[in-house]
């Protein structure tokens, strides 16, 4: 028997959801940090520059296989990141030795905003990639059954679903986690917030239209012919 070259559709689903739940952990993490890139019309956070790879996997998996495996990425996700945010509150309440009190205030002060930013981040994390999803996957039916589903409508496809995930993502987790209501130490006035949502939207929707042509429509053509020959086997 001849030797598989390459990846198989499985280890291909496996590799991207690992990536995926990787991207999603660390977006989350970034997401305490402020950018303003030395403009002060340009406000986000640093998870934006990382979570148009959330989005791009989405748009993959949803075209390989189907809006029922990505929502199942998406809510794993969601889990894992909500886990590791409610640990890292945890551990800011575990007493260290004195000698690294700078080292614990450091790490306390990232995860600072506590139960607040993580619904935050994971309320709207799963919203805005159910959204994505949705909308990917409904928008490729109609296409499919009107015979127009080709690398053109793909791109403008990903394109708007990500729009509006982005949108929702960036609105929720903003709004949620840091409108001036008095709730935690770290909140920012709503000009600001309005700001961060809409610039960080731009940015990202940036990024990935530059993307989608060079990874996103290339990486899907190739999963799609692995797994078309191996339903033919």
């Keep these: 028997m001849a030797r598989r070259k390459g ?17 999603a952990v660390m977006m989350n993490i970034f997401c305490m940090k402020p950018l303003s890139f030395g403009s002060p019309v340009i406000i986000c956070d640093a998870g934006l520059l990382i979570s148009w790879g959330v989005f791009l996997i989405s748009n993959i998996i949803v075209e390989v296989w189907d809006e029922r495996t990505s929502i199942i990425l998406v809510s794993f996700a969601a889990i894992v990141s909500f ?76 394109a708007f679903s990500t729009l509006v995930g982005q949108l929702a993502d960036n609105a929720i987790f903003m709004i949620l986690a840091f409108a001036p209501i008095g709730l935690s130490v770290y909140e920012m ?44 086997a």
């Design 7 to 23: 990846l198989s559709s499985r280890e291909w689903l496996i590799g991207l959801s690992v990536i995926y739940v990787v991207v």
């Design 83 to 158: 886990s590791v945010m409610l640990l890292a509150l945890l551990i800011v309440k575990i007493p260290t030795l004195a000698e690294y009190q700078d080292q614990a205030d450091a790490f306390a002060k990232i995860f600072s905003n506590g139960p607040r930013t993580i619904i935050a981040s994971v309320v709207a994390f799963w919203t805005g990639n159910f959204i994505n999803t949705h909308i990917i996957y409904k928008v490729r039916m109609k296409l499919q059954r009107e015979m127009r589903d080709n690398k053109y409508f793909f791109f403008l496809r990903a």
């Design 189 to 232: 006035n709503m000009y600001d917030i309005m700001t961060a949502v809409l610039s960080g939207t731009v940015i990202e929707l940036v990024v990935e239209t530059c993307l989608v042509p060079f990874i996103t429509i290339p990486l899907t053509g190739k999963i799609k012919k692995v797994k078309a020959q191996e339903d033919a």
